[in-house]
């Protein structure tokens, strides 16, 4: 039977039913809520300063807020009580939708939180949304890695991923902001990125970009051209290594077969590869091979 992920337990397996340890001093004018399902104002619920989403798309939103009009907010907000009032745990989107459609309260349910559990559960919620760029995606885990000590083994197993896809996102935040630009506002994919990512140093990555962008290369034709480029130093190595007496040969055979030629030496002997690109070309090689030009 296949592991089950922390994505496929959904956001429970990461909300305690049972109070934890944590525990923020309240403000006593900020009435306490209710276990379970209750109303609250909808300007008494600040953000997640932890929330992984930087950026959000305006006209999505407004849809949203449209639907909520329409029909209400079918899905409470996550929010634990903090001493500035109640902070949203998951559901920003739609706490700033019912803000836009105007709503005087908004279905809540409040949940003991510490700051970590806070950030796990809002990424969790973004990631089963698809809703996280590749970017804000690796900034969420690393500021779990570097916020609170966990490990890329620790980040995987709470956000239901492999230890590889969490060290290939957080490796995506070393490029340079060019790349990340194009990453973040979807001109190239995660796949692209990784991609130019094999290459040594900014200033060939950033003409990779180009060509990249440029042409609307796709993830397998950019890994192509990528790998192409790494190759060539190795073969113009190769090339400079030929004895200028091999060169000046094969300059010889390609001026007289009008084509070009390849003359290989060892120590045994070696080959001569002889290079046609149509059967007409090849037709005045042979001609000239056995004498019949």
Avoid: C
């Amino acid at each position: 039977m296949p592991r089950k992920t922390g994505l496929g337990k959904g956001l429970s397996a990461l909300i305690p039913d049972t109070p934890v340890e944590w525990k923020e001093e309240r403000d006593a004018s900020v009435p306490a809520l209710p276990a379970g399902v209750a109303e609250l104002s909808v300007n008494a619920i600040v953000p997640n300063p932890r929330q992984p989403r930087t950026a959000m798309d305006e006209t999505a939103l407004r849809e949203l807020a449209d639907s909520i009009r329409e029909h209400g907010l079918i899905q409470p907000l996550i929010v634990t009580q903090s001493a500035s009032g109640y902070q949203l745990i998951a559901g920003e989107r739609r706490w700033r939708a019912s803000q836009l459609a105007g709503l005087a309260t908004v279905p809540v349910v409040v949940k003991e939180a510490a700051p970590q559990q806070m950030l796990e559960i809002a990424l969790v919620e973004n990631l089963q949304r698809a809703d996280l760029n590749p970017l804000e995606q690796a900034a969420a885990f690393k500021q779990l890695m570097d916020e609170f000590g966990l490990t890329q083994e620790q980040v995987a197993r709470r956000v239901g991923k492999s230890r590889a896809a969490v060290g290939n996102a957080v490796r995506l935040l070393k490029l340079p902001q060019p790349v990340k630009a194009r990453l973040a506002d979807g001109t190239i994919t995660e796949g692209h990125a990784r991609a130019l990512q094999a290459l040594e140093g900014e200033a060939a990555i950033l003409k990779a970009l180009t060509v990249v962008t440029r042409r609307a290369l796709s993830v397998r034709q950019t890994e192509e051209m990528v790998r192409r480029s790494l190759a060539e130093p190795k073969a113009k190595a190769k090339k400079a290594a030929v004895s200028a007496e091999t060169r000046s040969l094969e300059d010889r055979l390609r001026r007289s077969l009008g084509t070009k030629v390849n003359l290989f030496r060892s120590r045994k002997g070696g080959k001569v590869v002889i290079h046609f690109f149509s059967d007409e070309e090849f037709d005045a090689v042979y001609r000239r091979l056995v004498g019949r030009d």
